[in-house]
T-cell receptor, first 114, second 110 residues
């Protein structure tokens, strides 16, 4: 069975500082990995995904993530935080054995301070 | 191309009532799934389908029923609503590599 752990339910950074949101996964078969963002009272927006190929993936709004199989990690980073990045972030995993349905982490709330 | 549509957007039920949340997609995707979102719990998988006539349980299937008679539609049935089913429900369809989410249904059970 697959699972996702997001370390830190709340992360606070200063505007302009590095954003690092941690995600570790488990999967018995090659995983597909995703990061989603959700703003208050809105739906989910896909930031980036890893399916195959290059392990460093770039997404929207300056975010990127690196798939590290040996560490079973898929951490999300952004070099310089903006106030508009304040939102809830979800890491998710899917694979063939679960019909490509997503298994989500519990989420990390990102606060950006001036 | 409407993508994934969900109806209704909002619903209030009394304990014990039943209802069906509708989900439809026009992208001819084989894979569809239902999630519920609760504060502090993230999104949890209720049921999923890998094609017409084929469904399976996710993490939190109790109290919910699904069927998939066509590729396009994947309704979620609440058999006897309970306050614990108060949540926001999202339907999604997938081409394996990406999930396309509907706008969600906010359900309150009193």
């Amino acid at each position: 069975a697959q699972s996702v752990t997001q370390l830190g339910s709340h992360v606070s950074v200063s505007e302009g500082a590095l954003v690092l949101l941690r995600c570790n996964y488990s999967s018995s078969v090659p995983p597909y990995l995703f990061w989603y963002v959700q703003y208050p009272n809105q739906g989910l927006q896909l930031l980036l995904k890893y399916t195959t190929g290059a392990t460093l993936v770039k997404g929207i709004n300056g975010f990127e993530a690196e798939f590290k199989k040996s560490e079973t990690s898929f951490h999300l980073t952004k070099p310089s935080a903006h106030m508009s990045d304040a939102a809830e972030y979800f890491c998710a995993v899917s694979d063939k054995n679960s019909g490509y349905a997503l298994n989500f982490g519990k989420g990390t709330s990102l606060l950006v301070t001036p | 191309n409407a993508g994934v549509t969900q109806t209704p957007k909002f619903q209030v039920l009394k304990t014990g009532q039943s209802m069906t949340l509708q989900c439809a997609q026009d992208m001819n995707h084989e894979y569809m799934s239902w999630y519920r979102q609760d504060p502090g719990m993230g999104l949890r998988l209720i049921h999923y389908s890998v094609g017409a006539g084929i469904t399976d349980q996710g993490e939190v299937p109790n109290g919910y029923n699904v069927s998939r008679s066509t590729t396009e539609d994947f309704p979620l049935r609440l058999l006897s609503a309970a306050p614990s089913q108060t949540s926001v429900y999202f339907c999604a369809s997938s081409d394996r590599y990406e999930q396309y989410f509907g706008p969600g249904t906010r359900l309150t059970v009193t």
